[in-house]
């Protein structure tokens, strides 16, 4: 051994005040033997016998320092050992630790949708054999017409699977720059809300509502103004209650016609009126929801917001192919609008999900290819639709005690039968609102509805006739059946 390298050894070994061999024999931990390599060249160690290159004293003294330091390695091992088995068992304990389940206030701030919740409870009951009569969704019940579903399936042949960027109508016309094609109608309109609302800014919603449009201005930290409807008045906006509402925070006001839940349409003069009063605010935007547009029954007529005189710089118009062209898979919607908006619910887009299915798109181009309002395809689903709405109209005005606005488009049915709250039910308990009633009606009928708080009125129930003619008729039988059984209810 050189003296370099003992001196290193030395070095490093920090004794402060050295044990003796023979209290090192002694230690619980006590190795037989010691094997390591090392620097030291020449160097073979074992329990009571080293040979190396050094003789006499010299030799003695570096065994002894030498047994020392391996010491202290081992003692380091111990130590460290320990210390992992520590670890061990608090890891272990930590499996018993609750983990923060706290949500962003923003996420409890908005409420969950009803109809989906229904709608899951009511699919939950049929596949455990319960024959529940499903009324809640608003999914129309036709396949998706043969051309569009065939031009689907060719852009998947075609290898039109990768990404695309977001691409006149009633009087309009918008550059591809001012179009944003999203996943979905309901992508569009929340997008729109976010890039336009600021905290505390206040949205001006007319109710009955689409359950979705408060959560959305939740969501964007604003406000939601809820501007309340009558059944008499088909459940139309008062332009008056309207201004009478509007402050320095109002952003904005959102219209859906033809309107989910109710079936309402605007017509153009009642229109024109709120346009009148949009034009005095500079800050009120307008979104006009207008995915039932083609899915409306004469008389009535359709008014796109944006078209009126003023409101194009405005509005913000929604649109999509779920509804009409029986395209609920297909997920594919767009907003349209003054290009800086429209830039802006862009970027909000390009972070969140990007451009649509390409497939969906090419699709879509297809339903467009339909004809004026969808063409023949779409007129068949309208008259089908026509006749549902016919048969439930007849049949809900022949029971005592029931409210109906007749819808002029969509395939909702929004009735008041509030004139059955107040009544206990054997088995059941008190009937004293929405909820319990469709709860009621599930429970005694197995028949699956909205109930209308979910739509901000709460004497009212939605009926959704996307469901064939021999469906809604069991499902009318056993509702009257169920009210029947009920209390008669106090003349309206």
């Given at each position: 051994m050189t003296a370099a390298s003992s001196s290193s050894l030395l070095g490093?070994?920090?004794?402060?005040?050295?044990?003796?061999?023979?209290?090192?024999?002694?230690?619980?931990l006590n190795p037989s033997s010691i094997s390591f390599s090392s620097t030291l060249q020449g160097l073979s160690l074992s329990r009571g016998s080293i040979s190396w290159e050094e003789e006499g004293d010299r030799k003695s003294q570096l065994e002894e320092y030498l047994f020392i330091y391996v010491w202290q390695i081992f003692r380091v091992k111990e130590t460290a050992i320990f210390t992992w088995?520590?670890?061990?068992?608090?890891?272990?304990?930590?499996?018993?630790?609750?983990?923060?389940?706290?949500?962003?206030?923003?996420?409890?701030?908005?409420?969950?949708?009803?109809?989906?919740?229904?709608t899951d409870q009511a699919t939950a009951l049929v596949q455990a054999g319960v024959p529940v009569i499903r009324l809640a969704a608003g999914k129309p019940d036709f396949d998706t017409p043969a051309p569009i579903a065939e031009a689907g399936i060719n852009a998947i042949r075609e290898g039109h699977t990768r990404y695309t960027p977001n691409a006149e109508e009633n009087g309009l016309s918008y550059t591809p720059d001012q179009i944003v094609v999203s996943n979905g109608a309901k992508?569009?309109?929340?997008?729109?809300?976010?890039?336009?609302?600021?905290?505390?800014?206040?949205?001006?919603?007319?109710?009955?509502?689409?359950v979705s449009y408060p959560e959305m201005a939740r969501m964007a930290d604003a406000t939601p103004v809820i501007l309340p409807t009558s059944i008499?008045?088909?459940?139309?906006?008062?332009?008056?209650?309207?201004?009478?509402?509007?402050?320095?925070?109002?952003r904005l006001l959102i219209l859906c016609s033809p309107s989910n839940p109710t079936g309402s349409v605007y017509p153009r003069k009642l229109l024109e009126e709120i346009a009148e009063i949009v034009a005095r605010h500079p800050?009120?935007?307008?979104?006009?929801?207008?995915?039932?547009?083609?899915?409306i029954y004469a008389p009535a007529t359709h008014t796109s917001f944006a078209s009126l005189p003023g409101m194009w710089d405005r509005t913000l118009t929604v649109n999509g192919f779920f509804k009409a062209f029986a395209m609920n898979g297909w997920r594919l919607g767009y907003i349209a609008g003054p290009k800086h908006f429209i830039s802006a619910c862009n970027k909000l887009q390009s972070q969140f999900t990007s451009g649509a299915s390409r497939i969906s798109q090419k699709a879509s181009v297809a339903a467009l290819g339909l004809g004026y309002a969808g063409g023949e395809a779409v007129a068949t689903m309208l008259k089908a639709f026509r006749e549902r709405r016919d048969f439930l109209v007849k049949s809900f005005g022949e029971i005592d005690g029931v409210k109906i606005s007749e819808p002029r488009g969509a395939f909702y049915l929004f009735i008041d039968l509030s004139s059955y709250y107040g009544v206990e039910v054997d088995g059941f308990g008190t009937v004293n609102n929405s909820e319990s009633l469709c709860r009621y009606l599930l429970d005694k009928s197995q028949v699956a509805l909205v109930p209308g708080d979910a739509f901000g009125d709460d004497t009212c129930i939605r009926i959704s006739y996307a469901a064939s003619l021999s469906t809604l008729q069991a499902a009318v039988e056993r509702i009257k059946k169920a009210l029947v059984t009920l209390k008669p209810p106090v003349p309206v």
């Open positions: 490093s070994s920090r004794i402060g005040s050295r044990p003796t061999i023979s209290r090192l024999h002694s230690d619980s088995n520590r670890f061990s068992c608090h890891a272990q304990n930590m499996d018993r630790v609750e983990v923060d389940l706290s949500l962003s206030p923003r996420v409890n701030s908005v409420k969950p949708s009803k109809t989906v919740a229904i992508q569009s309109i929340v997008q729109a809300v976010l890039a336009v609302c600021s905290p505390g800014d206040e949205v001006l919603i007319p109710a009955p509502y689409w008499s008045e088909d459940f139309l906006l008062d332009p008056k209650l309207l201004e009478s509402k509007l402050t320095e925070k109002s800050r009120l935007l307008v979104i006009s929801d207008e995915i039932y547009e083609h899915i």
